[in-house]
């Protein structure tokens, strides 16, 4: 596959991922990912395995989260990797426990980082590794704030 090819079909599977969340749509976001993936959220400290795992964290974030906007600020490609630089802005509805117990729902935050992935040949993710600042987003979303 071409560069080019390649460009092309992980910013499909990006469009995708990024519309999935902002729908909240758990088996849009889950058809991203292959069977085997494995997902790595740094600031969390979460490592997910299998697509049934995915979902299920998804499942559990979507109804803990909403209102969510995510922006693809940049995309990068080479050495069989691929990342994109994105921007996700969302209220808090529930508690996400990875993320905090503390939430306050109706808190809005915006967190800002960049996810490193490996596709397989169908341009599904097979791993990925995402970094931000989990300090930033819990004063975001921990803080007292008026309704």
Not at 34 to 43: F, K, M, S, T, Y
Not at 97 to 125: H, I, V, Y
């Amino acid at each position: 596959m071409s560069h080019q090819n390649a460009f092309d079909e992980h910013a499909n599977t990006y469009r995708k991922w990024a519309t999935s969340i902002a729908d909240g749509d758990v088996e849009a976001y889950a058809s991203c990912w292959a069977p085997d993936a494995v997902a790595e959220d740094v600031a969390m400290g979460m490592v997910t395995r299998g697509v049934h795992d995915i979902r299920e964290a998804a499942i559990r974030w979507f109804q803990a989260i909403g209102d969510q906007k995510i922006t693809i600020l940049a995309q990068l490609e080479g050495d069989g990797h691929s990342a994109v630089m994105w921007e996700l802005t969302a209220v808090v509805r529930g508690v996400f426990a990875e993320l905090s117990p503390n939430s306050q729902p109706g808190s809005r935050f915006t967190k800002q980082g960049m996810s490193a992935f490996r596709f397989d040949d169908q341009a599904r993710f097979v791993w990925e590794r995402s970094h931000w600042d989990r300090a930033g987003v819990l004063r975001q979303i921990e803080a007292p704030h008026d309704q």
